[in-house]
């Protein structure tokens, strides 16, 4: 009898110690979990609680909040008479990602007006002005919705048909027209992109809007920008330049380095190529390190090199100039003169100044030594 009683005791007492265990561990998740969500990526968490894309309209400043006079709505005027590609403006985020696109990219999406009298719009986003009030549009795409409130204010309110906005749309229509960059058009297109910026300044943003002091909602001066991406043209410009540059970082069109001609107690010598410089080339350099708000054609163009001691470690700068149609790229050395029996290694300056291994830029690392005769 004692026996059973001993040995009854000695289970509840296992047990209550795997009890004991059991609670601890519990009570050791249930503090540690909000350290384990903090470091959830918020997007996986977003996407756990609803599986349902985001959307959002895109512009200069975006959702106004509290400072909008219709609370928890985006608001913007347009101008009677005129013309919205919505879904240019409309951006769709994919649920728990950071990948997007334009609405006018997408198929299946809906767009209603609560008052068509006073802004229709069409099936495919386009939004037309019929008499001034206020109406709110509703997208919706996948499950996930956004209403605007348009102001139509009376045609001519916003003077956008002064001499600044017919000349910002004149210089966007052109530097759309170009479809990609060439040898033959790539100043052109650095020119107009640079006065399509300077005469947007304080005038219109890159979409058309414009925000004012003390107003209470986006004003969509020139609706006619909604038509062209100037922001594909740039990316275009630059995604050329850095291919093109080929004394760059990332470039696939790097210098290369046939030998090298040096002489004693010079500052100067030449690296010669193994093909000639082209203008797609000049035109690179040029872009990547001028100082000018527009660049000017030409046949040359200059860039930094560095020449370090091998011995020493120590750095010199140098300007070489490469020419259109040659295979030579002369160098003059700012403060080093070439001393007779020293290695130096060429170093490129981007690589330099991101702390890149050398022989992998368009050096390649090459040392040179200079000749005792």
Known sequence: MIWKILTNLKGRVSRMKHMKKRLALFLCLLLTMPTILGCLPM????????????????????YKGGSSPYPGVYAFEVENGKEVLINKLVYFMK??????IYMSQVAGESYKSSKPEVASISKDGKLKTKKTGTADITVTYKGASLTARVEVV????????????????????KLSGYKKVTAANQYEMR????????????????????????????????????????????????DYVSKNNPVGTNSSKFFKIKSVSVKKNSKNFTIRLKSKVNAAQIFAIKDSYHNDSIISGGKTAKFIILLKDVKTGYYYRGWATATEKSDQIKVSMDYCTLSAGKKYMLVGYEDWRRDQ??????????????PKK
Request: charged fraction near 30%; aromatic fraction near 8%; proline fraction near 3%.
């Open 43 to 62: 997007a996986s968490l977003k996407a756990e609680a609803a599986n349902v894309p985001s959307i959002y309209l895109r512009w200069a400043g975006g």
């Open 95 to 100: 649920a728990g990602t950071y990948d997007g």
């Open 154 to 173: 009376k045609k001519g309110a916003h003077k956008a048909t002064g001499a600044k906005y017919r000349k910002v749309l004149s210089l966007v229509k």
């Open 191 to 238: 020119k107009l992109l640079t006065q399509v910026n300077d005469a947007s300044d304080n005038v219109v943003t890159i979409k058309g809007f414009k925000m004012e002091k003390n107003s209470a909602s986006y004003k969509l001066v020139m609706p006619e920008l909604l038509k062209y991406d100037i922001n594909a043209s740039k990316e275009k410009i630059d």
């Open 357 to 370: 291994d050398p022989r992998k830029g368009w050096t390649k690392g090459k040392t040179v030594t200079v």
